[in-house]
């Protein structure tokens, strides 16, 4: 079990997905990027996934080497943490402050998340 609370005190950014999705796994080499020039940072990506068959779910993350914070409870769109997010489109990101606030929302915006990001933590320097 992870819960967010685990994570408190940091930037995280939850990315809601699934293996069945296109544009996720096109999306998945940018999150890499963004995880592996932040990692020394207060920052934590954790990948939500929305698929229903282990084996797909487990494929996806090996085959684009996901070597971050991955969850799914293999519920798909019955998930509860996809319904209390109201996520209805993949993928979603959501960046969350150290605080808990959400600071940022998008739908396939990567681009704004990566801006994002880089402000937060080039203004923390």
Known sequence: MVSLSDF????VL?????SWCGP????NPILKSIINK???????????SADEKSDKWKTAIKK??????????LKG??????????????PTYILIDPSGKIILRTENEIEKIR??????FISAK
């Not at 684009?64 to 409870?73: E, F, G, I, T």
């Not at 801006?115 to 937060?120: D, G, L, P, Q, V």
């Open 64 to 73: 684009d080497a996901m070597n971050w914070v991955n969850l799914s409870d």
């Open 77 to 90: 769109m019955k998930s509860q943490v996809v319904i209390e997010y109201g996520i209805s489109a993949f």
């Open 8 to 11: 408190k005190g940091k930037y």
């Open 38 to 48: 932040y990692k020394n940072f207060n920052f934590e990506l954790i990948s939500i």
């Open 115 to 120: 801006e994002k990001i880089a402000e937060i």
């Open 24 to 27: 996720c796994r096109i999306n």
């Open 14 to 18: 939850l990315d809601f997905w699934a």
